[in-house]
T-cell receptor, first 115, second 109 residues
Framework: ETGVTQTPRHLVMGMTNKKSLKCEQH?????MYWYKQSAKKPLELMFV???????ENNSVPSRFSPECPNSSHLFLHLHTLQPEDSALYLC??????????????FGPGTRLTVL | GQNIDQPTEMTATEGAIVQINCTYQ??????LFWYQQHAGEAPTFLSY??LDGLEEKGRFSSFLSRSKGYSYLLLKELQMKDSASYLC??????????WGAGTKLIIKP
């Protein structure tokens, strides 16, 4: 399934750097998500965008800043990160409608290492 | 609070059958999902249950009991390529997914 793409696949950055993660979905969905996946821990939902509007921000530190310019693209801007932010960052998309939400489809993730 | 429990790791033999259990306590229920995730890859959708009972899809089946807050994923005729992590997730009353930590399945020849 290549419906959701993410770049870069791997990223190493210092604590003072600024970088951005990019996600693009080709499935015609109207909702996009950022998740953090750390080893042996459940996926943590970070942000949700429905119709380009942010509807969820699960107490994520301000050093993570999302941007959703349209329903197909999602960015995660990173600045002054901490070593504990090292993880796999996954993007997903789904179709949301009045009756609920359908299956989420994931991109391959960006493996982030903060030195 | 919301909680999804599944075993951390399981080992099975090629050609055999394995059952991965998942129990949940969530605020609301709008279905349960199983995903497969190979190391370094995206989670991929396997199955969805919203009503009690068994859903069969080829070698994989998923069962749900809403009254018990319980599901299992059954994998038959195991193949080496089935070595992966299997993630259980419940869609809550806000239509957000609550995730388990995943079960790493190791297949031995």
């Amino acid at each position: 399934e290549t419906g959701v793409t993410q770049t870069p696949r791997h990223l190493v950055m210092g604590m003072t750097n600024k970088k951005s993660l990019k996600c693009e979905q080709h499935l015609g969905h109207n909702a996009m998500y950022w998740y953090k996946q750390s080893a042996k821990k459940p996926l943590e939902l970070m942000f949700v965008y429905n119709f380009k509007e942010q509807t969820e921000n699960n107490s994520v530190p301000s050093r993570f800043s999302p941007e959703c310019p349209n329903s197909s693209h999602l960015f995660l801007h990173l600045h002054t990160l901490q070593p504990e932010d090292s993880a796999l960052y996954l993007c997903a998309s789904s179709q949301v409608h009045s009756g609920g939400a359908d299956t989420q489809y994931f991109g391959p993730g960006t493996r982030l290492t903060v030195l | 609070g919301q909680n999804i429990d599944q075993p951390t790791e399981m080992t099975a033999t090629e050609g055999a059958i394995v059952q991965i259990n998942c129990t949940y306590q969530t605020s609301g229920f709008n279905g349960l999902f199983w995903y497969q995730q190979h190391a370094g890859e995206a989670p991929t959708f396997l199955s969805y249950n919203v009503l009690d009972g068994l859903e069969e899809k080829g070698r994989f089946s998923s069962f749900l009991s809403r009254s018990k807050g319980y599901s299992y994923l059954l994998l038959k005729e195991l193949q080496m390529k089935d070595s992966a992590s299997y993630l259980c997730a419940v869609m809550d009353s806000n239509y957000q997914l609550i995730w388990g930590a995943g079960t790493k399945l190791i297949i031995k020849p």
